[in-house]
């Protein structure tokens, strides 16, 4: 049980496009999901927390216009990277708690971006 | 804020052997969660072991154990048995359990698994 997906798993774009990227919980509601940002040989970096039906929270130095984060249903997030950038090219990963386990995250198998 | 440490960028292990990877972190609350996450080449992040921080009982999963020293604020992670399968980034990660809390996951910075036959 817990299973997330990510989709797509790969995605290149060009310099100044935008990019939707998914997260479902599969076999469960999602009071939470997570966005984290993971450069190489580094750990994770959270991005925000968003709630299903209301507002994300973004961390710290994250531009919420650039990230947009949706998360529309119990079972689905979105993360939409707003005219792209080398720059935004990384490895993006999604988690989600469930109501019944709200302190164990349940990770996405991430989505790598490249950005030309 | 808390904190955790992985002093170990990375350790090698005989298939077969006993690895420990070390883990402290900081924290000023009483009640929180620990967790080891593992990251193999795939890039998946796998939940490997959970524990409670008012459980003295060290948490098991089948060869993975930790040891929990909650005054010493350390919680290491003892994988028996090696096998090549378990070569891959391992992150300590700590949240708060206190109402109100943040649900954050704080990461350490990871110590990479080499798994030698």
């Known amino acids: 049980g817990a299973v997330v997906s990510q989709h797509p798993s790969r995605v290149i774009c060009k310099s100044g496009t935008s990019v939707k990227i998914e997260c479902r919980s599969l076999?469960?509601?999602?009071?939470?999901m997570f966005w984290y940002r993971q450069f190489p040989k580094q750990s994770l970096m959270l991005m925000a927390t968003?709630?299903?039906?209301?507002?994300?929270?973004?961390e710290q130095g994250v531009e919420k216009d650039k990230f947009l984060i949706n998360h529309a249903s119990l079972t689905l997030s979105t993360l939409t990277v707003t005219s792209a950038h080398p720059e935004d090219s990384s490895f993006y990963i999604c988690?989600?708690?469930?109501?019944?386990?709200?302190?164990?995250?349940?990770f996405g198998p991430g989505t790598r971006l490249t950005v030309l | 804020a808390q904190t955790v440490t992985q002093s170990q960028p990375e350790m090698s292990v005989q298939e077969a052997e006993t690895v420990t990877l070390s883990c402290t972190y900081d924290?000023?609350?009483?009640?929180?969660?620990l967790f080891w996450y593992k990251q193999p080449p795939s890039r998946q992040m796998i939940l490997v072991i959970r524990?409670?921080?008012?459980?003295?009982q060290n948490a098991t999963e089948n060869r993975f154990s930790v040891n929990f020293q909650k005054a010493a604020k350390s919680f290491s992670l003892k994988i028996s048995d090696s096998q090549l399968g378990d070569a891959a980034m391992y992150f300590c990660?700590?949240?708060?359990?206190?109402?109100?809390?943040?649900?954050?996951?704080?990461f350490g910075k990871g110590t990479k698994l080499t798994v030698n036959p």
């Open positions: 524990q409670e921080a008012y459980k003295q």
């Open positions: 988690s989600a708690t469930t109501s019944g386990r709200t302190d164990t995250q349940y």
């Open positions: 924290t000023s609350e009483s009640d929180y969660y």
């Open positions: 968003s709630n299903e039906g209301s507002k994300a929270t973004y």
């Open positions: 990660a700590y949240r708060s359990a206190n109402q109100g809390g943040s649900e954050k996951l704080v």
């Open positions: 076999d469960f509601q999602a009071t939470t």
